[in-house]
């Protein structure tokens, strides 16, 4: 009677700590940026197609912008609990590989496409999209049509951007004036800190600040106006077309050494390069997608600015430079 009353006892344990490791390997968790994950972003769409697919729990863990989900992997090291990291642009891979924590994603990449034909062993594209000054129709009638029309315009009016330590958009800002100005950056600089209304952490908080009136200008993407025409059928948000050009964002996704340990990785890499996760990106992440979608974009992406010249720092030239041009920056920006 003992033995036969406690088998079933037995057999339960065996199956509970075989069952563990299963466990463990059926979740992936996803470093990434606030704004990805908010209600109105691709996150909660995303979260729940690839689940569907992998019948496993995909968690996000969110932080304010791109370059802070660098500082955050960093400051985390070997213990970081992300599988995968997703938000990094192409203007940060070589500082994400220096610190030893991504894998190489070995994974076929032949659907992904995007303008300079940036190709890794390590970083997958997954959207991409050009900086651009987001402007009130309302409250502007004439915007600047070039960065130095901007620099050198009427300081009543004013533009919110974003930190460069702590925000990819930020940091394209940085970028875009160094790749105009060159030696003359800090001029520039100092000349736009006067339309400066305020600098945030990340995107999120510079484009509530401009869509609830606070600054009639905002640094944000050519693509940003899609949402208003097509969420809210408005065309008083518009982006304004520099003749200098405009600074290229390609978004990355990589795998970390510790997801290197977990199948789901490469399968979500594998899954973010086609129509189930591509197709959430163009009007939730108000991007251009790198990958294949099941059906082509809304028309209103054809009625947005056209950049007349892509411009982007390779990112080993942004990662020779980038504490010494952030250090410029702030050392205008704080007098």
């Known amino acids: 009677m003992r033995l036969r009353s406690t088998l079933p006892i037995v057999t339960a344990a065996i199956v509970a700590v075989l069952g563990l490791p299963a466990a463990a390997q059926d979740k992936l968790t996803v470093y990434t940026y606030e704004s990805f994950t908010a209600d109105w972003g691709p996150g909660p769409q995303v979260e729940k197609a690839f689940e569907a697919e992998c019948g496993c729990d995909l968690e996000f863990v969110s932080v304010a912008d791109g370059v802070a989900l660098l500082n955050r992997l960093k400051l985390e090291g070997d213990s970081t609990k992300a599988d995968i990291v997703l938000g990094l642009d192409t203007n940060l891979t070589t500082d994400a590989k220096a610190t030893g924590l991504f894998a190489p994603h070995n994974i076929d990449t032949s659907r992904i496409s995007v303008p300079g034909e940036f190709a890794d062993d390590v970083f997958v594209p997954y959207d991409y999209g050009y900086f651009a000054v987001v402007y009130?129709?309302?409250?502007?009638?004439?915007?600047?049509?070039?960065?130095?029309?901007?620099?050198?315009?009427?300081?009543?009016?004013?533009?919110?951007?974003?930190?460069?330590?702590?925000?990819?958009?930020?940091?394209?800002?940085?970028?875009?004036?160094?790749?105009?100005?060159?030696?003359?950056?800090?001029?520039?600089?100092?000349?736009?800190?006067?339309?400066?209304?305020?600098?945030?952490?990340?995107?999120?908080?510079?484009?509530?600040?401009?869509?609830?009136?606070?600054?009639?200008?905002?640094?944000?993407?050519?693509?940003?106006?899609?949402?208003?025409?097509?969420?809210?059928d408005s065309e008083r948000y518009q982006a304004a077309a520099f003749e200098e050009g405009h600074y290229l964002q390609i978004e990355v996704a990589g795998i970390t050494i510790k997801g290197a340990e977990n199948p789901l990785a490469g399968k979500f890499l594998s899954f973010m390069t086609g129509p189930g996760f591509q197709d959430v990106i163009p009007e939730t992440n108000w991007m251009f997608p790198a990958g294949e979608t099941s059906t082509p974009l809304d028309p209103v992406f054809g009625k947005l600015v056209e950049p007349a010249r892509a411009l982007l720092f390779s990112a080993d030239e942004v990662a020779e430079n980038r504490k010494a041009w952030v250090d410029e920056w702030l050392s205008v920006m704080s007098r």
Do not use: C, N
Request: proline share 8%; net charge negative; no cysteine.
């Open 136 to 232: 009130d129709t309302e409250a502007i009638d004439s915007p600047p049509q070039s960065l130095r029309a901007l620099v050198e315009g009427d300081p009543e009016e004013k533009i919110l951007i974003q930190d460069p330590r702590t925000s990819t958009p930020g940091l394209g800002l940085l970028l875009w004036i160094k790749a105009v100005y060159g030696d003359e950056a800090d001029k520039a600089w100092a000349r736009l800190q006067d339309r400066v209304l305020t600098v945030t952490p990340g995107w999120s908080e510079a484009y509530g600040l401009f869509t609830s009136g606070e600054a009639p200008m905002v640094l944000s993407y050519t693509t940003s106006p899609a949402y208003h025409m097509i969420a809210e």
